[in-house]
């Protein structure tokens, strides 16, 4: 890290800019961190979080309730299908460790001790802490603390753009699918299988095939495996649909939301539950059935508050056809991307695109300098104005949701120059 030396501070934020102390404005071309919905400073966020803060700015969840708090599980379970009831938390990392405990405590609840494996996809990711970590195995990220990990049972995702040798996509998406098939007839002790729902996203963009995901959760229900799905970075409109386990028709046991819960405006995550996991958990003081889980934030009144406003706001301002009109703008630039000489693919769905470097398109061999990448994107998107990060050899655009058509425009078009440039650095180091 010693190479950032210094970093631009940030003071304002407007719409969909970055504004930093020497007045440099930047297109926030990841949303913040992939939660931005409708740009920076948005009054009617902001005002729902000072009305709300003159109220109550915060009071335990804990033998107590909230209005905002009861009013968004009230919303939360009316958008997600099959769901029932909603634990709180701060962050997308704890949302996942409810998961996963949620799912696993359940099995010894209903007296089945033998459920305790977990199985998941491999590259996925599903936060920072131990327990997402262990789920979500990006060996880059994670490799240094492997050892400390429990483990997991892990499956391959079909990716487009690396088949192997001697199958067709097609075949492919069988055999993976057939691969997690035979695991499960021969293994009764899988609790839950844990994956990200419609796509990967730090793991690689790795969008999954049409049907893939209902095939899972199909067998899932076949062999008697909960199904918990990760919608933190993908629902919420960035695949183009609110809850994307709709689109893809496979309704979870335990779905957790994050990051644009709130607008962006603040930290909140949310894990759901159907009726089946949240009705294990009732019974007498005695039987010990309740999930001894809870953070000092959880259900936080303004946070709520401004969740509850972003929801009123989506369906005021019909979000979520307005991002299926405006991603289209990124396929008018598809062509012009892979005719850069480093770009090998591109995958892209809703208002998320991932870029692909490599040094040769034939071999398709990622482009691995040694200086980090993210770095060069970063001054040179900084000179193009507009902020970027890379994951590995990923360019990652993830714009806030309600980006105009033209601001979308100028982020694409700054994006090419910004490849173009910084290829010369990335093959000389
Ligand atoms: C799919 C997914 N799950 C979980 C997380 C963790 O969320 P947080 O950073 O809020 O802990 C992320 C963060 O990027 C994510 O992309």
Redesign the pocket.
């Known amino acids: 890290m010693k190479e950032w030396g210094s970093f631009d501070t940030i003071t304002k934020g407007k719409g969909v800019w970055l504004i930093d102390s020497k007045g440099n404005k930047l297109l926030d071309g990841v949303a913040s961190?992939?939660?931005n919905v409708w740009g920076h400073s948005n009054p009617e966020l902001v005002k729902a979080i000072t009305t709300q803060s003159k109220k109550l700015q915060h009071a335990p969840l804990f033998n107590l309730t909230n209005e905002p708090a009861e009013k968004l599980a009230d919303n939360l379970v009316k958008i997600s299908p099959g769901m029932y009831k909603v634990f709180y938390s701060d962050?997308?990392?704890?949302?996942?460790e409810i998961a996963i405990k949620l799912a696993l405590q359940y099995w010894k609840n209903i007296g089945d001790e033998k459920k305790t494996e977990i199985a998941t996809l491999k590259n996925?990711?599903?936060?920072?802490?131990f327990g997402?970590m262990s789920v979500?195995f990006v060996p880059e990220f994670f490799g240094k603390f492997k050892k400390q990990l429990f483990s997991t049972i892990q499956f391959s995702v079909p990716n487009k753009y690396r088949i192997p040798k001697g199958f067709t996509f097609l075949d492919y998406q069988n055999h993976c699918l057939e691969n997690i098939e035979k695991r499960f007839t021969k293994n009764s002790n899988i609790a839950a299988f844990v994956m990200?729902s419609g796509a990967?996203?730090?793991g690689g963009v790795m969008i999954y095939p049409k049907g893939f995901q209902k095939k899972i959760s199909n067998l899932c229900k076949k062999y008697n495996i909960l199904f918990v799905l990760?919608?933190?970075?993908?629902g919420f409109g960035r695949l183009g649909s609110m809850v994307q386990y709709d689109e893809q028709k496979s309704i979870p046991d335990i779905v957790?939301f994050?990051?644009m819960l709130t607008g962006g405006y603040l930290?909140m995550?949310a894990t759901l539950t159907n009726k089946k996991i949240y009705d294990s958990y009732l019974g007498e003081f005695n039987d010990w059935k309740h999930l001894f889980h809870g953070h000092t934030y959880t259900g936080n009144p303004i946070a709520a508050a401004v969740a509850n406003e972003n929801l009123k706001m989506y369906k005021k301002n019909n979000l979520i056809k307005k991002i299926q009109k405006t991603s289209k703008i990124f396929e008018k630039f598809y062509q012009e991307i892979l005719e850069i000489d480093i770009v090998g693919d591109i995958r892209h769905k809703g208002m998320l695109m991932g870029i692909e470097l490599v040094t040769s398109k034939k071999k398709k061999t990622p482009i691995h300098p040694k200086k980090s990448i993210n770095k060069i994107f970063f001054e040179e998107g900084k000179k193009n104005g507009i902020y970027l990060r890379t994951l590995g050899n990923i360019v990652m655009l993830v714009p806030p949701l309600a980006i105009s058509e033209k601001e979308l425009d100028f982020l694409l078009n700054r994006t090419i120059k910004t490849i173009k440039v910084a290829k010369s650095k990335l093959v000389n180091c």
């Open positions: 961190m992939w939660c962050n997308g990392s704890t949302a996942m996925g990711y599903h936060g920072d802490t997402a979500g990200e990967q996203v730090a990760d919608e933190i970075a993908t957790a994050g990051k930290t995550a």
